[in-house]
């Protein structure tokens, strides 16, 4: 588990509004832009690397440049994660997904050492056991056959403050992404500022690395 510091309520400026928004039923919303992918695909051609493994790290990091999205309700108390990794499903030869941990790193290189192998044993079936685990990542799936307008994304309960985000289909060199999170965490602003972080991200893959 990654490291974490207790948000202290009483000095926190956000305290009425995430004291408001614990009273919704539902306070999660989706948000779903397109983004310029073009350059990105380009590059990962050009190199010989996994345009998913591109797109997934730059989402990551772009994530991880966000405070807001690193920060969690757990147990009715909010912190904030140091960094967070990512959670991804991976199409296994069953046509069954496998789930993959694959940590943040510094750079895409790193990243790319230590999450390559385990999505190999994933396509073929025999994912690596995850472990015990926190709430400190962003579940993060591919729908490489759909090129979607928005998603509703699936929750496990109406609390949940793990953010929930899917990327699709590149067409027209634009890929949608899709991104679920709790208001009482995250606003319209923080989205803003992560579409921005992975858009200047495939725009200039060289800072992957």
Not at 50 to 78: G, K, T
Not at 118 to 130: H, Q, V
Not at 172 to 186: D, R, T
Request: contains cysteine; aromatic residues 14%; glycine residues 2%.
């Amino acid at each position: 588990m990654s490291d974490y510091k207790i948000i202290e309520l009483a000095s926190w400026p956000r305290k009425e509004l995430f004291e408001d928004y614990q009273k919704y039923a539902a306070a999660c919303y989706n948000v779903s832009v397109k983004i310029s992918a073009g350059r990105l695909y380009d590059y990962a051609k050009d190199n010989d690397e996994s345009f998913f493994l591109l797109s997934l790290y730059a989402i990551l990091r772009a994530a991880n440049q966000v405070e807001q999205l690193r920060r969690r309700v757990v147990d009715n108390v909010p912190l904030e994660f140091d960094r967070i990794a990512a959670l991804t499903p991976v199409l296994g030869p069953d046509e069954l997904f496998y789930q993959v941990w694959c940590d943040y790193c510094d750079t895409f290189a790193e990243f790319k050492a230590t999450a390559s192998p385990k999505i190999a044993a994933a396509k073929l079936g025999k994912a690596l056991p995850l472990g015990e685990f926190s709430e400190d990542f962003i579940c993060a799936s591919c729908l490489p056959w759909l090129h979607f307008e928005s998603i509703a994304h699936a929750e496990m309960n109406f609390d949940q403050t793990i953010p929930i985000l899917s990327w699709g289909k590149l067409e027209n060199n634009l890929i949608p992404i899709s991104i679920k999170v709790n208001h009482s965490l995250v606003d319209g602003l923080h989205i803003s500022r992560f579409f921005n972080n992975i858009q200047r991200s495939f725009d200039h893959p060289s800072v992957l690395f």
